[in-house]
């Protein structure tokens, strides 16, 4: 039984890494840390883990050389700035580490400190590896820092890369309209957060190119197509807690048939168990994919106008986040890439 | 007292007529149909309404006659097809006619029936007026027969006007990312609709070209742009009871920047009293204008992609139908535009 | 126009406060107050105010001089503990006061300081009028001091009286088993209202004896019965924004059928404008009473057990809270009741 | 691998089933019956299944003999009178049943028949064993027909259990205040169900001694108390998808602080892997049971009133309904109770 240590578990993210290590058959919970709730129960504070294994950890401040001694793994659920510290002190410790932070998914120090603040540990930003497993599951295995992707790329990058990929589209000039769950504006006390604020309502946030997300898809893109890629990213926030659907925007650089795409679609995630391209006529739902790691994609070539429209649908919280980073566990110890992870979607 | 008529009172469109009018000072409900519940009294299927002017309405069968002789004005809240008959036998009888469909909103009879279904009283659609007030409020006034917009081309008609008419933006290439509230599925019994289908959840549909109010929404633009307006418009369902909010994208047509054409959509919108050009910086909410006649409509350009982006949001069955449709009654009978249509937006 | 000051902006209160005032013919704001936000003005917190009246108020630290100075009538929305001392201050400097806070509901000084904490204003509380229009109008007509009733006591009050008023029903032994949506918790930031931690769930909370409305609907009830009224009042927390929805339960003091307590229902409240006792077979459902000052009512007599089970439904800031200051406002000077209050629920 | 079939997919019950069945690692789909869908593969009406151990199933009209030959066990999640029938025939025909329905719940014909309809195989009543495994695992682990409990009795009947059996409390004069999710209401197309007439509401039902599963709750909590048990049970329906919650009422029959009934209940349900009795002071959540078998339980004294309050929340579609049908299999074939069952709740 590997041995896992949660940096950060008061957020979203880390409680949904307690959750998923919770049924994991070879990795446990043998550690948390939070500032806030040291002291206490896993379960004090999420009584739905009650009984279940992780639930009795006393949760610690968090302590790196404590957590390397203690631990085969560290999941890192806290924010950027913050787990580059940890996160490097951990690797040099010799744990393996996966960061849900972005600290570590910029290739680009220059472009990180950009779009974040100064990056303090840049010499290990080359021990990385993005750990989107469906692209970068050889380089995962061999990893010992393992940059967990954001959610937004995650949904956005699986649904682009077979098109960039085969030159079916302009790699500038892609628009990304993507809707969030709540559950992406994080877990701290906030006014705008409420409930009362949320419900029966629904918001644009970050309009423009403003988003931090945009420059890891850009990367990402950008190594896809070949040459340089843009996108104009605008995220909404949804009235409901987990779940992601993005519909994209892309220009075919030649003409090309629904069929012909939908088939390259088919074939180009046919070995990915997570990537469910959906017949033709169907569409993503972000209940479709409720607490499992799929992601479900459909292509629409809105022959009118000569756009390429793909939807694509994921958990933020499991597959764009805290599920991802025990696959990325999993590849990293040999282990089978779903296991722990075969949840059917919670529908309704 | 000017008398209304309501024609298919169990519909959301239906209900939210019977909710305002039970508060206007000029216009009272007079008669009201349904075929599945004649018979009945209005507050026995809708107890919200117990008490208020109104609810005591007896529904009946839908006749024209019978209409005619009892009311000034008829609101007509059936699915097309059904409203250009009973709609042109109003008009032939000298009452005058709100129509909620989509049948007399399309100029070009050809392209009705392209996107809708044969039209069995053409002769009628050069008697009707498109019902945007902010557009057409002069020949609002002098029309018997008014078409009342549908709920997306209100949304979309409104942020996409200034920039059209000022030549600011490409006409062909835009984009409509259009996400609607589950009142604008109907009140009809049917699985997808359910509570359960639609919680916590969020799905498009009808993406690449397939939605009725395509044509709609370029005929419009295309008298604002003064040539021909393509749009790719793609909705989505939202697990939310009222409310429409649209992200537009349209490519510049030259350099502008965001001082500019905020300036300009103030300017443009200065005498309108419900749109709501937002400042600088804020975005629209669908809960800022629930239950109003507000449109509230957000200015950005993405100044890294080119794209001017819009954002606009209404409340669907207020200000997108029921609302319009008692706006464009004032206006025909000489009120106020916005008499009995002042309430604050329910919020929270 | 009179001219009215709200001390305390930024909860659910205020702002429904400042929703009402915004379309009431006869009263305006004129001041508003708020520590945290002061210098702003108020259409910059909340937007969906925008264009209407009192909108353009600027927030200032309170000042109970300059308010009395400045204001006709002022609404206190501000925590308890807080409210006696300004709402004393205003009184004395002979300005009228609604109370939103318990401050002042509780005749005997001793139970305000057993449920609450030390009352630092206690010479005021016999100047106070306990504010349910239904059962107090003439002496509030006269006040100058009104203590707002509860939310949760509104609701149970106007459910119990009839019964208790004439004996139907044992007055010791009553169970309230209460449900209320989440504006109900306040608009402070916290974890505990988040939306991802209120949505798609339903918890009860301070069972058994804790919460602070016992006493108030103790007090209300005794004076109805003419003896001890005891309750077991248990609330729970609704995904709702607006509403509660009280099941209470109370033991016939004598055999009674359906029928005659259905008529002697309707008897008791015939004149009131504002509460609907809805006919045999139908049940009250909050969003019946959205946005409104309805409170609905159902009687059913549970024959196998011999419970008499009492259903009723009120929006909880509308009715519960702001509506009821504005109409306790209304009989202050010598105005329509339901002056500015006549909105229709919004529904859906 | 046991081979299981499945009567009536359509409904949330039949879904849970496929849902919970595609990853128990014993028990696999085998069949699934539907007369509207029949023809149709089982991921074509729930795409959320797509790629997992069943999806592939094709829908058939219901016919015992083929199930009998196809199937070691079949659920039955129909309708009441119709699951009787087929039931029967396929306990004859010498499969293994679980019936979803009301149809073998009821010792007594009589009282079922006074509930809902004539029995047409009242000669099976006998056969069938109630399948609430914390109390009756030894006879079912023997059964052949198991009649799977209702969802509120499940949450009532735990929660009462270990007061009545322990004469803690009189079993007349219950009261059981239940609130329900909306899956609650069944999949069937109806207006009342509609996403738009439950969301942001709140509202009771068959208050007053109507519903269906008070005869099944007082069936057991009499053979709990040793003497005649009574409840006024009065449900709600609630704006979420899963979870019931209920709130019981119950006269102490003897003085018993909070302490002496707490220890008696974590002994009482200590064996019980799926009861989980809450610390004193915390109160169970419908979404810390979501998509899992517990049944958070928590044990009130209120002091001032003398009543004992229990509050009770289960999943009422896994728990309550399809994972307990999997449970009673489970004892039925010698598995481990929980096998496939160890889900963690899903939240948020």
Known sequence: MLKAGLVGVTGYTGMELARILATHPSIRLAAATSR???????????????????????????D??????????VFLAVPHGVAMEIGAD?????????DLSADF????????????????????IACAVYGLPEIYAEQIRAARLVANPGCYPTASILALHPALKHG????????????????GAGRK?????????VADSFRPYNIGGRHR???????????????????????HLLPIGRGILATIYARLARPASQEDIQSLYEDYWKGAPWVRVLPAGQLPETRNVRG???????????????????????????RGASGQAVANANLMFGLPLDEGLGAAPLVP
Chains 1, 2, 3, 4 share one sequence.
């Open 292 to 318: 499992s790691m799929f992601c479900d994609i459909a292509v629409t070539v809105d022959s009118r106008t000569g756009w390429l429209i793909l939807t694509s649908a994921i958990d933020n919280i499991c």
């Open 36 to 62: 806030q709730d040291a002291g206490r129960r896993l379960d004090a504070i999420y009584p739905f883990l009650r009984g279940l294994p992780g639930a009795e950890v006393v949760l610690t401040e968090p």
């Open 90 to 98: 951990l690797y040099d410790a010799g744990v393996r580490v996966v």
């Open 64 to 73: 790196a050389a404590d957590l390397a001694r203690r631990c085969d793994v």
């Open 168 to 183: 079916l589209c302009d790699p500038s000039g892609i628009i990304i309209d993507a809707k969030s769950g709540t559950t």
């Open 105 to 124: 998914r910029l290739r680009d120090a220059g472009t990180y400190e950009t779009w974040y603040k100064p990056h303090t540990r840049k010499e290990h």
């Open 213 to 235: 997300h945009i420059p890891e898809i850009e990367q990402e893109l950008t190594l896809a197509a070949g040459r340089p890629a843009t996108v104009s990213f605008n995220p």
């Open 189 to 197: 006390a906030s006014v705008s957060s409420l409930y009362c604020e």
